[in-house]
């Protein structure tokens, strides 16, 4: 415990948790395709500072997703991810000189609906799901991340429209992921965040990362595609409930 504790301005026993935690969420995410960036920045918020939860959990969370691109590399849709990255640059850049926000409580309100639309509604229309759709949901979804911290929820819900099959999907939403966390580093890079504070508590969360995936990949081999499309669906459900409860209670608090 004692070698734990100068991983982080957090107690060793909090940096030992958060460290079996990263292979839980990691496990999670690429066993059912989704939710374990939304898990693990609802535990940071309990015991982090504010000020380092959103950079904090982006960079834990670009490592999670490297391991995972790489470890699915051949099914990544590199059509979509072209489209993707554009969008994440610019909405990097509107997130680092953004000055004006939404009322608490509407970024996520607004996330949930999008995600039960996809999930239970009639479907995106085509023009949505082309290359510019694509490109609007990487500039949407990256600045409203900056903002609120996990956006996965929008991005697979999005990618779930597009991808057809339970490797394709998993992929293709890790390397979207990817590109997304990446631009936070320049994002609150600019906004002068210290990285090096929380740099050996972020490393050990990465590593712990590599396992998760590597456990949660080897259980979706053995799921089928009706379960998996299934799983996939109600945890998108059951992410956009959360989001309207929180949601609704930072507006009414506002």
Do not use: Y
């Not at 015991?47 to 051949?74: D, E």
């Not at 929820?153 to 979207?176: D, E, N």
């Not at 969360?205 to 669906?233: D, P, Q």
């Amino acid at each position: 415990m004692l070698l734990l504790e100068g991983l982080s301005p957090l107690s060793g026993a909090i940096n030992l948790l958060l460290v079996l935690l990263s292979v839980l969420t990691s496990a999670f995410t690429a066993a059912v395709g989704v939710g374990g960036g939304v898990l693990m920045i609802m535990a940071l918020a309990q015991v982090m500072p504010a000020a380092a939860l959103i950079p904090v959990h982006g960079m834990v969370q670009l490592g999670s997703n490297v391991g995972r691109t790489a470890m699915t590399w051949r099914h990544v849709d590199r059509k979509t991810l072209a489209a993707f990255l554009p969008g994440v640059v610019l909405g990097a850049l509107g997130a680092a000189w953004l000055l004006v926000r939404l009322p608490p409580g509407v970024l996520e309100l607004c996330i949930a609906a999008f995600v039960l639309f996809t999930c239970w509604g009639p479907g995106l229309p085509k023009c949505a799901l082309g290359p510019v759709g694509v490109l609007l949901a990487g500039a949407v979804t990256t600045l409203l991340s900056s903002l609120v911290g996990a956006s996965g929820p929008m991005v697979a819900a999005f990618i779930k429209q597009r991808q057809s099959g339970r490797l394709a999907k998993v992929a293709t939403f890790s390397a979207c992921m990817l590109l997304q966390h990446l631009s936070k580093a320049f994002v609150f890079g600019v906004a002068g965040f210290v990285f090096s504070d929380w740099l050996p508590l972020l490393l050990s969360m990465v590593a712990a990362g590599f396992l998760g995936t590597w456990l949660g990949l080897r259980l979706l081999h053995r799921l089928s595609e009706h379960r998996f499309e299934a799983l996939f669906r109600w945890a998108l459900t059951l992410l956009a409930l959360r989001l309207i409860w929180l949601g609704g209670q930072r507006l009414v608090g506002h």
